[in-house]
C-alpha cells in the first residue's frame, strides 16, 4: 500500500462536531498496482473525551507473611465533559513480588482529584486476577496514600486459600505527572458523499501535553462493508498542523 501525506480542511459544526474534506492519491495493493484519485467527506460525530496516565505511583515495600513487593500505579482514567474532569476516576495498580508473581488491583473513585489530595484514602480495590503464583486470584485492597508513602489491608484468595494482605513501609515516588498525561477521545465518523459514497466509522484520537505545546495523533476508520475499510492516520501539533496521511 503506497502511503501518501494529504492536506485536509476542517469546518466546525457545532461545540464537538467537524467536517474534514480530503484529497488524495490512493493506491490499491493487487498485482499490477494502480493509483486513484480520491475526494472524500467525512463528518465527525460527538466525541467522547478522556484523561489518563496523568497519576504515578512506584513504591517498594513490604507485605506481612509474603515478603517484599513494589506497588505501581499502571493506568488512570477519567472522563473530560465541559466542565473539566470528572468522576469516576479509574485506577490499576500492580503489586509485584518478583518478575513472576504479581496480582492486579483496580479502583474506582468519584473523586477525580484524589491523589492530588494527600493524605487520601483509596478504598474498594478489588484484585482481579495477576500471574504467577497468583493468576485468577480474586480478593479485595484497602490504601491510604501519603506523600511518599503508602499502607493498606485487605485480604486475597488463591487457589491455596485466603490469607491477609497487610503493606507497610513502602516508599518512593507519588502521585502527579504531567509530562505523561495522555488524554484521549473516540467519534463516530460518517462518509458523506464522495469518491467512495457513504459508510459509517470511527475516530480515535490522542493528545500528548509533552513536548510543548502538546501532539494529536490517530486513527480514522472507515467501514464500507464487512470485508473492506479503509484507514486514515493523521496527526500533528495541536495548533498549527494540518499535515495528515493515509495509510491503508
Do not use: E
Given at each position: 500500500m503506497k502511503r501518501e501525506w494529504v492536506n485536509f480542511a476542517v469546518r466546525r459544526r457545532g461545540a464537538w462536531k467537524a467536517r474534514f474534506t480530503l484529497t488524495t492519491l490512493f493506491a490499491v495493493a493487487a498485482l499490477a498496482q494502480t493509483s486513484t484519485n480520491i475526494n472524500l467527506n467525512l463528518v465527525i460525530g460527538n466525541?467522547?473525551?478522556?484523561?489518563?496516565?496523568?497519576l504515578l505511583l512506584a513504591q517498594t515495600?513490604?507485605?506481612?507473611?509474603?515478603?517484599?513487593?513494589?506497588?505501581?500505579?499502571?493506568?488512570?482514567f477519567a472522563p473530560i465533559t465541559?466542565?473539566?474532569?470528572?468522576?469516576?476516576?479509574?485506577m490499576t495498580f500492580e503489586?509485584?513480588?518478583?518478575e513472576v508473581d504479581t496480582m492486579?488491583?483496580?479502583?474506582?473513585?468519584?473523586?477525580?482529584?484524589?491523589?492530588?489530595?494527600?493524605?487520601?484514602?483509596?478504598?474498594?480495590?478489588?484484585?482481579?486476577?495477576?500471574?504467577?503464583?497468583?493468576?485468577?486470584?480474586?480478593g479485595s485492597l484497602d490504601l491510604t496514600i501519603s506523600a511518599g508513602t503508602t499502607s493498606?489491608?485487605?485480604?486475597?484468595?488463591?487457589?491455596?486459600?485466603?490469607?491477609?494482605?497487610?503493606?507497610?513501609?513502602?516508599?518512593?515516588y507519588c502521585c502527579g505527572a504531567l509530562n505523561r498525561e495522555r488524554d484521549y477521545f473516540t467519534a463516530p465518523v460518517t462518509l458523506d458523499g464522495g469518491s467512495l459514497g457513504n459508510a459509517p466509522g470511527t475516530m480515535v484520537g490522542y493528545y500528548y501535553f509533552?513536548?510543548?505545546?502538546?501532539m494529536v495523533f490517530g486513527t480514522i476508520t472507515i467501514n464500507f462493508n464487512s470485508t473492506?475499510?479503509?484507514?486514515?492516520?493523521?496527526?500533528?501539533?495541536?495548533?498549527?498542523?494540518k499535515r495528515h496521511r493515509v495509510v491503508g
Open positions: 466525541t467522547n473525551n478522556t484523561w489518563s496516565n496523568d515495600g513490604s507485605v506481612a507473611s509474603l515478603g517484599n513487593a513494589a506497588l505501581v500505579l499502571t493506568g488512570s465541559n466542565s473539566g474532569i470528572t468522576g469516576p476516576l479509574q503489586l509485584a513480588f518478583n492486579a488491583i483496580s479502583f474506582n473513585s468519584s473523586d477525580p482529584n484524589l491523589l492530588f489530595n494527600l493524605p487520601a484514602t483509596v478504598s474498594g480495590g478489588m484484585i482481579t486476577g495477576g500471574t504467577g503464583a497468583y493468576a485468577g486470584a480474586t493498606g489491608s485487605g485480604r486475597v484468595t488463591t487457589q491455596n486459600g485466603t490469607i491477609p494482605l497487610t503493606l507497610t513501609n513502602f516508599h518512593g509533552m513536548p510543548a505545546p502538546g473492506d475499510s479503509l484507514t486514515l492516520w493523521f496527526g500533528g501539533c495541536v495548533a498549527t498542523c
